[in-house]
């Protein structure tokens, strides 16, 4: 079946240091990767996506690399800031034309001043 | 665009008591709709996939005459938890998926349930 390993957190950082949470799966076939992201008391909202094998996904200075030789699909970020903290979910969903999602448990992230 | 709503944002009831929840698609037909159920400081649990006008596809474990769904219209999916107990307690997150959004889901904000 299909599954999804992420870093256990909380990961503390300070505002502008280097993030990197790691994420790997298992999955048949070719899955879409996706990063979402929880704040607070909220549902989660898409981070970036990879549908294919190098990909890189991008968004609000966040990026990814859908790595199949590795199975990974790390989420990076250069440089923090105190509004990123909140949960990060790794997720797949497999090309199938299904789209259910499986998750990762998710990463807590906090940055501190 | 691809905006989904859940209604309440949160809710406060008596044991033994039932609570609606819903979820809409704002902008977007909504094909498949998707709840989950997230306990503090873990990861989403997939309770149920509805197409629309079709029955629900239950998860393992999940009781399905616990957690009734219903997905009348492309915009709409709705959630009855019967006869809830304080173990109902959590956080309930409906998604959503169209024809115009391959893989892709869009998440409402959630509804804190609490049973008291």
């Known amino acids: 079946g299909n599954s999804v390993t992420q870093m256990e957190g909380p990961v503390t950082l300070s505002e502008e240091a280097f993030l990197t949470i790691n994420c790997t799966y298992t999955?048949?076939?070719?899955?879409?990767l996706f990063w979402y992201v929880q704040y607070p008391g909220e549902g989660l909202q898409l981070l970036l996506k990879?549908?294919?094998?190098?990909d890189k996904g991008s968004n609000k200075g966040f990026e990814a690399t859908y790595r199949k030789e590795t199975t990974s699909f790390h989420l990076e970020k250069g440089s923090v800031q105190v509004s990123d903290s909140a949960v990060y979910f790794c997720?797949?969903?497999?090309?199938?034309?299904?789209?259910?999602?499986?998750f990762g448990k998710g990463t807590m992230l906090l940055v501190s001043p | 665009g691809a905006v989904v709503s859940q209604h309440p944002s949160w809710v406060i009831c008596k044991s033994g008591t039932s609570v609606k929840i819903e979820c809409r698609s704002l902008?977007?037909?909504?094909?498949?709709m998707f709840w989950y159920r997230q306990f503090p400081k873990q990861s989403l649990m997939l309770m149920a996939t509805?197409?629309?006008?079709?029955?629900?596809?239950?998860e393992q474990g999940v009781e399905k005459d616990k957690f009734l769904i219903n997905h009348a219209s492309l915009t709409l999916s709705t959630l009855t938890v019967t006869s809830a107990h304080p173990e109902d307690s959590s956080f309930y997150i409906c998604?959503?998926?169209?024809?115009?959004?391959?893989?892709?889901?869009?998440f409402g904000p959630g509804t804190r349930l609490t049973v008291l």
């Open positions: 509805s197409n629309e006008g079709s029955k629900a596809t239950y």
């Open positions: 997720a797949l969903t497999p090309n199938s034309g299904y789209s259910t999602l499986t």
């Open positions: 999955a048949t076939g070719y899955p879409s």
């Open positions: 990879a549908t294919k094998a190098d």
């Open positions: 998604s959503a998926s169209g024809t115009s959004g391959h893989n892709e889901q869009f």
């Open positions: 902008d977007f037909q909504a094909t498949t």
